[in-house]
């Protein structure tokens, strides 16, 4: 994040962030600056005072950038050209804290090291842990217990670098793993013992950490897997030419059953869809993603979710759904584990427009 590389070079020479933004800013022209560090976690600038950054540092602005991705983003409302303009706001994508044991000497006392962790930057493969978002200190989550974690990541980084909407297909999985969470399954075994040693490790009792995006993380991979393959799509549209949607709609439910080891899942899904069958085509995020399959949509419009379907971005909602604890309760001491906030795959987010 910018915000937070100004805060950890200024920090090393004893100067106020604002300050030195200033000065650096400073010229014939008049230079507007919005906010402060305490209002804001990050820096965004508009073109003429990254232009006025990169002489500062000496580096043109194209190999600055490529350092330093987030300073390439320019928020709407200082899109003006004429003056150079800076504004300290809330970040507008999800971010979390570095990892202290990667970022050797550039983490300082105080001075956090806050990163865009971006489709797959959520988790700290050599030291096993899961990265939270805490502006003042390191926090995640150890791993060491949660090793279908790290084998769930391994292969979310595999579909990153192989599918460019890996980002689209992991939301969509998402809703269709927050579809089967919501239903509240009584003989669900796999995931009260990832809660339960979740919350062994982050402190919280259950109820706080079952809203987490790590939770369901090894089942949300699979699924985004098998989805985004096109031989496996390719044989459910054959299925459905040959012997109809229902048919293919059963082999996939079988698939993904087989997949996140829940063999019962497709005969439970099926009787679900049987009792409320006209909910089940609004809500049904899988359903409407092979409706869309057969009839050969592809692109983005394959990926897209009903907003009735969508998994809730906000923690608070979510924990509503899964637990009958106060949900005031259940969030702040979720809040004080720092687990309400860093990657998650549904979050609604507004990206600032860029600015060429």
């Not at 000497?105 to 700290?124: D, E, I, M, N, T």
């Not at 359903?287 to 399959?293: A, I, R």
């Amino acid at each position: 994040m910018t915000g937070s590389w100004l805060r950890r070079m200024t920090a090393g020479f004893g100067l106020p962030a604002q300050d030195l933004l200033r000065a650096i800013l400073s010229g014939p022209r008049s230079v507007e600056v919005t906010g402060t560090p305490a209002t804001g976690l990050e820096l965004f600038l508009n073109v003429p005072a990254r232009e006025a950054l990169a002489r500062f540092a000496g580096t043109p602005l194209s190999g600055l950038t490529s350092a330093l991705p987030s300073l390439a983003t320019t928020h709407s409302r200082i899109a003006d050209r004429e003056i150079r303009k800076a504004a300290w706001y809330a970040p507008c994508a999800a971010w979390v804290t570095a990892c202290p044991s990667c970022c050797g000497r550039a983490w300082l006392p105080g001075q956090s090291v806050l990163l865009y962790p971006q489709a797959v930057g959520h988790v700290c493969r050599r030291h096993g842990r899961w990265l939270l978002a805490h502006a003042a200190g390191s926090a995640s989550i150890p791993l060491t217990s949660l090793p279908e974690i790290l084998t769930a990541h391994h292969r979310h980084v595999a579909l990153a670098q192989a599918r460019p909407e890996a980002a689209q297909v992991v939301a969509l999985a998402a809703a269709v793993v927050w579809s089967w969470q919501v239903q509240g399954w009584k003989a669900e075994t796999v995931w009260q013992d990832r809660a339960r040693r979740l919350a062994s490790v982050t402190g919280c009792t259950p109820a706080a950490v079952m809203p987490h995006a790590l939770l369901a993380y090894p089942e949300t991979i699979a699924v985004a897997r098998l989805l985004s393959n096109p031989p496996w799509r390719q044989r459910l549209r054959a299925k459905a030419a040959t012997a109809g949607v229902a048919a293919a709609e059963t082999m996939l439910r079988q698939e993904i059953g087989r997949r996140v080891e829940r063999p019962w899942l497709a005969d439970w899904l099926a009787a679900c869809a049987r009792i409320g069958p006209r909910q089940a085509a609004r809500t049904d995020p899988l359903q409407g993603w092979l409706l869309k399959s057969v009839n050969g949509i592809s692109g983005d419009a394959l990926w897209t979710v009903n907003r009735a379907a969508a998994r809730p971005s906000e923690y608070s909602e979510r924990a509503g759904l899964l637990t009958d604890r106060p949900v005031r309760s259940v969030v702040e001491e979720a809040k004080a584990a720092f687990l309400t906030g860093g990657w998650d795959p549904a979050a609604v987010l507004h990206p600032p427009r860029r600015v060429p």
